[in-house]
C-alpha cells in the first residue's frame, strides 16, 4: 500500500519537468515559464549569453545556456540562481541557432567552428 502514494508522487514530479517548465525565446527577449514563477529577460537586459555547468554536486556538471543581466557569471551555476538577472536551459545545439537569430554577440563557452 505505500507503494501507491510514492508511485503517484513520482509520476507528478516527472510530469512537472517533462511539461511543467518552458523557454521562450523570441525577438522581444527570453521567457522562463513555470507553472508557479515566471522570469522574463528583455534583450536588451541581457549583458552575457553562454555555456556553463549547471553545478549537481558531487557528480560534477551538466552544461546549460546562460542568460544573464551581469557579466562574468562563472563556470558552475545552480539553479537557485535563476530569477530576475539569470535564466537557464539545458544546452542543444538546435536553441543555439535560435538564440543567434537575435543576439549578435558572443556566447561564451561556445566553439563556433
Not at 5 to 12: G, R, T, V
Not at 29 to 35: K, L, N
Not at 60 to 87: C, H, K, R, W
Request: glycine share 8%; aromatic share 16%.
Amino acid at each position: 500500500m505505500i507503494f501507491l502514494p510514492i508511485w503517484i508522487i513520482s509520476c507528478i514530479i516527472i510530469l512537472y519537468n517533462c511539461f511543467g517548465k518552458k523557454i521562450e525565446i523570441d525577438e522581444y527577449g527570453v521567457r522562463f515559464i513555470a507553472i508557479y514563477k515566471k522570469h522574463e529577460l528583455i534583450w536588451s537586459e541581457i549583458k552575457e549569453i553562454g555555456i556553463s555547468n549547471l553545478f549537481v554536486g558531487y557528480r560534477g556538471g551538466a552544461p546549460v545556456i546562460y542568460f544573464s543581466t551581469q557579466y562574468n557569471v562563472g563556470n558552475y551555476i545552480s539553479t537557485e540562481m535563476i530569477g530576475d538577472n539569470l535564466i537557464l536551459m539545458r544546452y542543444r545545439k538546435s536553441a543555439i541557432k535560435e538564440i543567434r537569430k537575435y543576439w549578435p554577440s558572443d556566447i561564451f563557452g561556445y566553439n563556433q567552428k
